[in-house]
């Protein structure tokens, strides 16, 4: 299957278009909400079911199988703020908290689109590791901080790091990711079987819902567009692309199937929009958020969700 066949294949999906209907919706100006209430629930609903079935698989795993694959992880999640960071500052000219903002949004990773990657693998009937949603809270915490120790040794006098580290690791997607697996490691797969029936059938069900809402919340940002200006719209697009072919060579060097190597590749593409504009807003509040929002919401995760997804599938098939 050529890529472009991969592209129509994905964007096809449900949960794909549920997100360009919400796009549209906006668009059009269509009295179309989803309740604040409803998106929490979603939201920690979609976070709780990725940590069961993370943590059951990553019980039924060896540890040998595992570290490996989680070193990788932590080394991309460690690399990519850094070098974001000063393409940011050098090509880009922009200000130490802006450039350490984005930066901090492109090393960290989204949840959804780890999820739309797996709902990709599952319709090419494509196997994966099942300890994949270990990896996603293993990423998703340590380009933050690096990024804001950049921000504070270039800018003295920001907020302590009791506060900072707290709003991190004490958010909900943390909270609800690690929970979840330390839950589905302790009670494996015979635990898990009486909750599964409500974590596994509905799942994607309530995926295409949250992605519905999301398209509403991207397009919303798009005529910011013009203010994040021609380099932040190409740092957006070619970065997410260079990290998603980092990370599926990655994968395939530390022993990850061809299913568990695209998942790597989107994750290292994917960007932040939970955690990191929380931590950003808290210790750089100087910030725009105009910039690092509108790339890593309104251009990045459209971008994956259409054509970064089959993309990293056609590398990584293409080098396995």
Do not use: C
């Amino acid at each position: 299957m050529g890529t472009l066949e991969l592209i129509q294949l994905n964007l096809l999906s449900p949960v794909v278009l549920a997100f360009f209907l919400g796009m549209l919706a906006t668009l059009v100006r269509s009295d179309l909400k989803i309740p604040d209430e409803l998106y929490q629930a979603l939201s920690v609903y979609l976070l709780l079911a990725i940590g069961l079935k993370g943590g059951v698989e990553l019980a039924a795993s060896s540890p040998g199988d595992f570290l490996l694959p989680a070193a990788g992880a932590l080394a991309l999640a460690s690399a990519i703020p850094l070098w974001s960071y000063i393409i940011l500052r050098k090509v880009g000219r922009l200000s130490v908290p802006d450039a350490a903002a984005i930066a901090a949004h492109y090393g960290s990773v989204s949840a959804v689109t780890f999820l739309a990657t797996l709902a990709f693998l599952s319709a090419l009937e494509i196997p994966y590791e099942g300890f994949l949603p270990a990896l996603l809270a293993i990423m998703e915490v340590p380009a933050i901080i690096i990024a804001l120790v950049i921000a504070r040794a270039n800018l003295p006098g920001r907020t302590s790091w009791g506060e900072v580290l707290h709003e991190i690791l004490a958010g909900k997607s943390i909270v609800l990711l690690l929970g979840g697996l330390a839950i589905g490691y302790a009670v494996g797969r015979e635990g898990f079987a009486a909750v599964e029936p409500f974590f596994v059938t509905p799942f994607h069900g309530v995926l295409a819902l949250f992605l519905l809402e999301m398209g509403m919340v991207a397009a919303q940002r798009l005529p910011d567009l013009r203010k994040a200006g021609p380099f932040l719209v190409a740092f957006a697009i070619v970065m997410p692309v260079l990290h998603g072919l980092i990370g599926v060579f990655v994968g395939n060097w530390v022993g990850l199937s061809l299913g568990g190597s695209v998942v790597l590749g989107v994750l290292s593409a994917s960007a932040s929009y939970i955690a990191a504009p929380a931590a950003v807003r808290l210790s750089l509040p100087e910030a725009n958020p105009t910039f690092y929002l509108t790339t890593s919401l309104a251009i990045t995760f459209p971008f994956n969700l259409a054509v970064g997804i089959p993309l990293y599938y056609a590398f990584a098939k293409f080098i396995l």
